[in-house]
């Protein structure tokens, strides 16, 4: 059974190698898999060109010496493999150990260049829990590319700039990437040069997100037409669903004096569980009219229905009230007050041309 697991992944591997200007993604998604259902679970496997990295779980001990010789078995000597466990130490940060099973030093794992859609990431697979580049949203940094020529767009909780360079890539009129992490920045630069695209200093923009969009908002002279909101998951404070879901709606609503009719907001969920039919019918507001344009999907090897459940949703903006267009959002800050009855319309597949 291990060994039959493992040959898919090889398999999935293979044809991520043959795909045209793609040379990484997901290949087994095992996290929150019970153990009696696959020997993979709690393991969320990728590949960078031929470099296997495999994560494990916090919760789940170091994978048995059993499926590390597997691994080494199955996949060609021309594979690089390498296990990254995830756990919290003694201070309760998160943090991470690398083991590597071929025979080969840590500092010869090189910070390599992965290509998706086309387009250039430097990727780190060994300082850091994250490599540089969210796989996940593959999908979603192609939606970008294909629909922001000509747009001004906003991109909040940057990270190292995915979702700028792949607008910036699709001749975008103005992109900016607001990030509270100097080095996240900094990366996201040696990406756009790595494209042969020189950085506007101007267009990378440190400052904490609540703290960028109260100050851009009383000084704003054009609005955006496109902000994309992917923050950090919700606090571990945040137990139940509702309490997940106000956590996406409060964003959504602070940026909203940034945007205008016809503006598109595109909000990645980290909980993948709650981004459905019940997340989208909590966007409450009277003062805004919105209708959900479009949904990403999950790339291949993500463990979810793609009929119920997306990585991503696409709101158009179809009537932006004046108390937002004067950026008078204060009454969102303020605790304890209670959520306006929502209307929301949905676009029927037919309505969409």
Known sequence: ???????????????????????????????????DESPLY?????????????????????????????????????FNIMIKHHHFGNDGKSTHQNKFLRPIEED????????????????????????????????????????????????????????????????????????????????????????????????????????????TKKKLKVKYDIAIIDPS?????????????????????KTLPLLQDESRVFISCHCMTILDNTFIESFVDDRCEILVEEKIPFPENYRVDHNEKSKAIIFKITKLSQTYKRGRDQQDDQPGINEPELKIRKIEDNDKN
């Open 108 to 215: 010869e794992w090189p910070n390599i260049v992965c290509v998706e859609n086309g387009v250039k990431y430097h990727i780190n697979l060994t300082d850091k829990l994250d490599t540089g580049l969210h796989l996940d949203m593959r999908l979603g940094r192609k939606w970008i590319a294909e629909n922001s020529s000509g747009k001004q767009l906003l991109n909040l909780f940057s990270y190292t700039c995915g979702f700028g360079l792949a607008a910036t890539r699709g001749n975008c009129r103005n992109a900016v990437n607001v990030d509270s992490n100097k080095g996240s920045l900094e990366r996201g630069k040696a990406n756009y040069r790595l494209n042969d695209i020189e950085p506007n200093n101007r267009n990378f923009s440190k400052w904490e997100v609540s703290r960028y969009l109260r100050r």
């Open 233 to 253: 998951p919700p606090p571990f404070r945040c137990k139940t669903n509702e309490q997940r879901i106000h956590y996406y709606l409060a964003w959504f609503r």
């Open 42 to 78: 709690d393991l969320n496997i990728e590949l960078y060109n031929d470099n296997v990295v495999i994560r494990a779980h916090r919760k789940r001990e170091e994978p048995s010496e059993e499926l590390q010789q597997s691994f080494l078995k199955i996949f060609p000597n021309n």
């Open 1 to 35: 059974k291990m060994e039959h697991a493992i040959e898919q992944v090889l398999q999935q591997a293979i044809i991520i190698q043959q795909l045209d200007e793609t040379s990484c993604g997901r290949i087994w998604t095992g996290f929150g898999l019970p153990s």
